[in-house]
């Protein structure tokens, strides 16, 4: 389990970004209602200093506070960035993020897939500002060869 956390903890380090200033946050949403503390399809952007898309949050709907800056987010979908090219997207089907801090936790179900890899578990959370990502229990990876496909089970017929 611990080697599998070092694993995790790697590769949630590549999907990271090298933040050196206060990046721009912006929310757009193509249908808000206004004074319900809600939005319906909502897109939060977060740029580094040189104007390079680092993640974006989308989300169905959400419940906005409106004192403390927490939004639960429903249908969540997180877009990681590495030099302006998708790096990994996480899924979770509720989570509460919070806009001041920059983190998203969830007691859900959570899926993240990269290029050759999927990571799938019970619980998270991200913290933006130091790139980190932990997975509170039942945490699998599995691994895809270069063609997509799942590795052969060796010593399975």
Do not use: H
Request: charged fraction near 20%.
């Amino acid at each position: 389990m611990r080697r599998c956390l070092v694993i995790l903890a790697a590769t949630v380090a590549l999907v990271g970004y090298a933040q050196t200033n206060a990046p721009v946050m912006q929310v757009t949403s193509t249908a808000p209602q206004p004074g319900s503390g809600s939005l319906q399809g909502f897109t939060v952007p977060e740029y580094d200093a040189n104007g390079q898309l680092i993640w974006q949050m989308f989300g169905d709907s959400a419940r906005v506070e409106l004192v403390g800056g927490r939004v639960e987010v429903q249908g969540m979908r997180l877009e990681f960035y590495q030099k302006g090219s998708l790096d990994a997207t996480m899924r979770s089907p509720v989570c509460l993020f919070d806009r001041g801090s920059k983190t998203a936790s969830s007691d859900e179900a959570v899926e993240i897939v990269a290029t050759n890899m999927m990571v799938t578990g019970k619980g998270f959370d991200w913290n933006s500002n130091d790139s980190r990502m932990r997975i509170r229990s039942d945490a699998t990876m599995t691994i895809f060869n270069r063609k997509g496909m799942p590795f052969p089970k060796v010593g399975v017929k």
